[in-house]
């Protein structure tokens, strides 16, 4: 487009069927006129929050409700707003409306991931993405779901930590004081006979 503009000095001839031949101005003007699909926004928001989100994107000249088929006899709304933009920039696949992360799709849109709106990966492979396996430092204690899913520790971890042994009971008592876990299965835990 730059290249065009260039050669024609931002302008060109154009010649009518009539053979009258008018002056055209040529000049940018953004990505051109789209129907933006937002989706996941609920109802109650009002356009003026839709108008102020995508404003930044370009002059927003209508925003309607899109409705299921026209099979119906009156219009049912699919919860999906189409809101008609003359784009100036291109508009990320998600964007945050009146506290709500909406899904934004367009004809030629770029996509970008959801976690972090970057182009050239999606959300399952993005990099800023936590991995399965890794270890996060607040989800280290153990619960009550994790002693009952996995059994206790093993005494041999709690020898190393406190120098002696303990027994399941010991343990399980102290993973109920760590976590603040439910205190009547506590004294249920402390009527086992110590077995070691």
């Not at 101005?25 to 102020?52: C, F, Q, T």
């Not at 409705?67 to 291109?90: D, E, F, M």
């Amino acid at each position: 487009m730059q290249d065009i503009l260039t050669l024609t000095t931002g302008q060109a001839e154009y010649r009518h069927m009539n053979g009258v031949i008018s002056k055209v101005r040529i000049e940018a003007v953004g990505l051109g006129l789209r129907k933006v699909r937002i989706a996941n926004l609920p109802p109650e928001v009002p356009d003026s929050y839709v108008r102020m989100a995508l404003g930044k994107f370009g002059e927003i000249r209508d925003i309607q409700n899109d409705t299921w088929s026209n099979a119906y006899h009156y219009p049912v709304p699919n919860g999906i707003q189409i809101a008609t933009l003359n784009l100036i920039q291109r508009i990320p696949s998600h964007i945050i409306v009146a506290g709500h992360k909406t899904l934004i799709s367009y004809e030629g849109q770029q996509t970008t991931c959801y976690r972090c709106n970057e182009m050239g990966h999606l959300y399952q492979v993005c990099p800023h993405r936590r991995r399965p396996g890794a270890v996060d430092v607040r989800t280290t204690r153990t619960s009550w779901a994790v002693v009952t899913a996995m059994g206790p520790k093993e005494p041999q971890d709690k020898t190393e930590e406190h120098g002696q042994g303990m027994d399941m009971a010991e343990m399980m008592a102290e993973v109920s004081n760590d976590t603040g876990g439910a205190r009547h299965r506590h004294s249920e835990v402390e009527s086992i006979p110590n077995t070691v």
